[in-house]
């Protein structure tokens, strides 16, 4: 039996070592789960302890084979879109992308730092619906048959909502780039004209 299996026995059988086993291994994984979804930590937070409280209180309705990191992880996907659909009006500070490890190259690294930034800002700027599902695809990982399955939304529904916020994100990135470009070049001539 693998660490997971006997962890998850160790659960439906009330041993609480096995629970706390259990939130301290995938704890951070659920975290930056959430995260991705709402975009503000506290929320996130609340999310992930909600999320295992689910998962515990539901322990014994889990099967397997399926990985128990993915059956979790689809609680907490599950508790953040419902919690996106009870607040949809509101536009959440986005810090969901992970840290830059650290490179030798310092312009390379500020232009990556730099590429970030615009992104994370595109982000915050696109609709709800639209980051959703880009944060299901591209930071979880999540297929088009899995993320009409969680949206209860059709496929071909999928493609569609993916490619325009794609397009949608696309374009902020170039707004917000052709903003910085702007400010650039009337500093630089600021700088000329003294």
């Not at 490179?103 to 619906?129: G, S």
Request: glycine content about 4%.
């Amino acid at each position: 039996m693998d660490h997971d299996a006997l962890l998850v026995e160790g659960c439906k059988a009330g041993n609480q070592q096995a629970l706390i086993g259990v939130y301290k291994k995938y704890n951070h994984m659920i975290y930056n789960t959430c995260l991705r979804i709402v975009c503000v930590s506290a929320d996130a937070e609340d999310l992930m302890q909600n999320s295992f409280i689910d998962a515990f209180n539901r322990i014994k309705t889990y099967k397997g084979p399926s990985a128990f990191a993915g059956w979790l992880k689809k609680i907490a996907v599950n508790n953040s879109i419902d919690y996106l659909a009870k607040r949809r009006p509101v536009v959440e500070k986005l810090e969901l992308l992970p840290e830059i490890s650290d490179y030798d190259d310092a312009a390379e690294e500020e232009f990556i730092e730099y590429r970030v930034e615009l992104i994370k800002k595109a982000l915050e700027i696109i609709i709800p619906e639209y980051r959703l599902i880009l944060a299901l695809h591209l930071f979880e990982g999540y297929d088009h048959e899995e993320i009409g399955q969680i949206l209860k939304i059709s496929q071909a529904n999928v493609r569609t909502r993916m490619s325009r916020a794609k397009k949608a994100l696309l374009k902020e990135i170039g707004h917000l780039q052709h903003q910085q470009v702007t400010a650039d070049s009337s500093s630089y001539n600021e700088r000329r004209q003294k």
